[in-house]
């Protein structure tokens, strides 16, 4: 099994999740030259292209030599890509590790789809990645077949790690659900708490530029503090927290709405979506 800084890797859509992986891993210095996108759409091709990548609209062809093949598709799309793949595949004596970022794909299927004639299966791991993989930050799930190897993990932990600054490999297959609910959709949890934070203050008369600038900054501050200290979520709350002062206003208002139970539904919403989605 090559290294990843050896390893072909072929990514068969090249949207957002896919760019973003290939940003972070371009960025970390993995050999442009041994990844190829194969993406529909040429304006993501031109994207990808001037990234320095090898781009093909031939799914087929991208995955031919590939040593990974990563399924960046939408899960709808997926069944019919992993077909196309497996069916061409009969020649390969020895098939690429299939990683697929598909919300909510499950395993079996993905085996299934990407037989080759012959009947052979593709070792499969499942993977759920985020947007923040483009600047480092991203944080991973994945989880295994049985079928495949240590070393094949190995790989894929490294291709995961080189983006994530947390990998979580989960010791059930449904848990992934819940990795989708927590961190695939998260980004985008944060991203709109931000954006209502700058309407709000903006509303309230801060110039706009400006709120952004400081809720943008204290986004990544009380980041940086969850993953850099010492103390729980909840004491680093209480640090912020003066009796009576203004945070407290503002925990007491969020409360007043029923903030945990709104957390709560959505994420189980995210997780049941997910679910779901390998239903289809
Ligand atoms: N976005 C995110 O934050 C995350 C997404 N994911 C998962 O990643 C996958 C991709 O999501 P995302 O990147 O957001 O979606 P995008 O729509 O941005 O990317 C999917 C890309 O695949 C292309 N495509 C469509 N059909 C085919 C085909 N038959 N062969 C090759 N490429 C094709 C699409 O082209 P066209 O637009 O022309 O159809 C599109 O550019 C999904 O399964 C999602 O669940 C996982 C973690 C996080
Ligand atoms: O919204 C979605 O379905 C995908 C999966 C996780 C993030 N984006």
Redesign the pocket.
Known sequence: MPSLQDSKLAF???????SAIIGGLVNKGVNKQNITV????DV?REKLAAVGVKTTTD?TEAGANADIVII????Q?TK??CEELGASWSKRTTLPVVVS???GITLSSLEEWSRTPDGRSAHVVRV????PALVGEGASGAYASADVTSEEKELVNALLSSVSKATEWVNKEELLDVVTGLS?SGPAYFFAMVEHLISSATALGLPQEQATRLATQTCLGAGKMLVESSDEPGQLRKNVTSPNGTTYAALQSFEAQGFKEIVDKAVQAATSRSAELGKN
């Open positions: 068969i859509g090249g949207g957002n999740m896919a194969s993406e529909p759409w993501n799914n960046a598709v939408k899960p799309v019919g890509v970022i598909a919300a759920m990645p985020n947007t695939g």
